[in-house]
């Protein structure tokens, strides 16, 4: 059995791995420091926590035939070293497999992407070695979330895209660099999600935070641009 980080459990989600009822584990620990990061008490892989994996697989024994799958989120799932074998822990127990993750280790992610049914990949910017670092506080390293998204479309394994709308850091021009590129790569599958502000930022407004989001042109570009499209809000 392997041993894994984490920081939270939510035991029943339809939201999180489309067309499934899943329950989702939170991975402890993120390389990554977001500006708009709502899980930021996720992002420190040491932190305490006294949630056991032995314990969430009981609850999945459990709940066989009740639930589909399992979303492994975070926090960052790559950062966990034992990752693969807690994946094939799960899918013995008959269980699909959802990762949500900004690709941040490509290494780690051609290791699981066999035990993977689904990925949702979150792109912060346009693919950008400056833009990048800037929304991900200086440190992520483009060229390897590059790399692990041509792998997963090479994959042919189903997946989304999806980009935070946060106004600090992107922009209209930034939204359509981003799709332009994606529907060169070849996803089909790309969403908006609103930003919600985060307790830090006081002075973006409601209406800053639903600009994007509600920017008919662009709504309609993407729409043109991608077999699905839609706005998380
Ligand atoms: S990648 Fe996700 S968990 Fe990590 S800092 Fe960014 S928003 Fe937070």
């Known amino acids: 059995m392997s041993s894994i980080r984490i920081g939270g459990i939510e035991k ?25 990061c709502h899980n930021s008490h996720l992002q420190d892989v040491n932190a305490e926590t006294n949630i056991v994996w032995r314990k969430f697989l009981d609850f999945l024994e459990q709940r066989k035939g009740m639930l589909d799958a399992v979303v ?14 807690a994946m094939e822990d799960v899918k013995a127990m008959g269980y699909q497999i959802g990762l949500h993750t900004g690709g941040y280790h490509p290494k780690r992610f051609e290791k699981i992407l066999p035990a993977v049914d689904w990925v949702g990949f979150d792109v912060k910017a346009p693919f950008d070695e400056e833009r990048y670092k800037a929304v991900t506080g200086g440190i992520a390293d483009v060229a390897r979330v590059l790399e692990s998204l041509q792998m997963l479309i090479a994959s ?16 209209t021009d930034d939204i359509y660099t981003i799709a332009d590129s994606l529907k060169n790569m070849g996803v089909k599958e790309y ?21 994007l989001v509600e920017d008919e042109k662009l709504l309609l570009y993407l729409r043109e641009s991608f077999d699905i499209f839609d706005v998380r809000r």
């Open 12 to 36: 029943f989600s339809i939201v999180d791995f489309p067309n499934r009822m899943a329950a989702v584990v939170f991975m402890q620990g993120c390389p990554w420091r977001c500006p708009f």
């Open 191 to 211: 969403y908006l999600q609103k930003y919600r502000k985060v307790p830090s930022d006081t002075d973006t407004t409601d209406g800053q935070c639903l600009a």
């Open 156 to 171: 042919r394994k189903a997946f989304e895209c999806r980009t935070t709308c946060d106004p600090r850091f992107l922009n």
């Open 72 to 85: 492994f989120s975070g926090g960052e799932p790559l950062v966990q070293e034992n990752l693969v074998q």
